[in-house]
C-alpha cells in the first residue's frame, strides 16, 4: 500500500523558516516526479513545486527564492524547505506523486498519490 506522509508543519513569525518532509512507503518513488501543493481555507490547491526524478526543480511563482525542494533517493523522502515565510503561506501543504517516469508537473490532475497534509501557519 503506497503511502506519503507529511511532517514538519507548525506555527512560526513571519519572517521564520519550517522544513517539511515527505515520507513515502510502500514502492520506490526514486524515478518519479514529486511535488507540494497547499490549500488555504476557501481557495483551490496550488501548485508549490516539484522536483523530477533527475533533481529538476520548479517553484509556483509566489515561493520562488524562498522555498526549495530536494529529495533523499536512499530514504524514499522529499523536503520542502521554507524560508522568509508570510502570512499569505499559511495553508494545509500536501505532498504527492506522480507514477513512474513522468515528469515534474504542476498541475493537481498529474498526481496520482497524496499525502493527508500537514499545517504551516505562519503569523504576522
Known amino acids: 500500500q503506497v503511502q506519503l506522509v507529511e511532517s514538519g508543519g507548525g506555527l512560526v513569525q513571519a519572517g521564520g523558516s519550517l522544513r517539511l518532509s515527505c515520507a513515502a512507503s510502500?514502492?520506490?518513488?526514486?524515478?518519479?516526479?514529486m511535488g507540494w501543493f497547499r490549500q488555504a481555507p476557501g481557495k483551490e490547491r496550488e501548485f508549490v513545486g516539484t522536483i523530477g526524478w533527475n533533481g529538476d526543480q520548479y517553484y509556483g511563482d509566489s515561493v520562488k527564492g524562498r522555498f526549495t525542494i530536494s529529495r533523499d533517493y536512499g530514504k524514499n523522502t522529499v523536503y520542502l524547505q521554507m524560508n522568509n515565510l508570510k502570512p499569505e503561506d499559511t495553508a494545509v501543504y500536501f505532498c504527492?506523486?506522480?507514477?513512474?517516469?513522468?515528469?515534474?508537473?504542476?498541475?493537481?490532475?498529474?498526481?496520482?498519490?497524496w499525502g493527508q497534509g500537514t499545517q504551516v501557519t505562519v503569523s504576522s
Open positions: 504527492a506523486a506522480r507514477l513512474p517516469s513522468r515528469g515534474p508537473a504542476s498541475n493537481v490532475r498529474d498526481y496520482s498519490y
Open positions: 510502500g514502492r520506490s518513488f526514486s524515478n518519479s516526479a
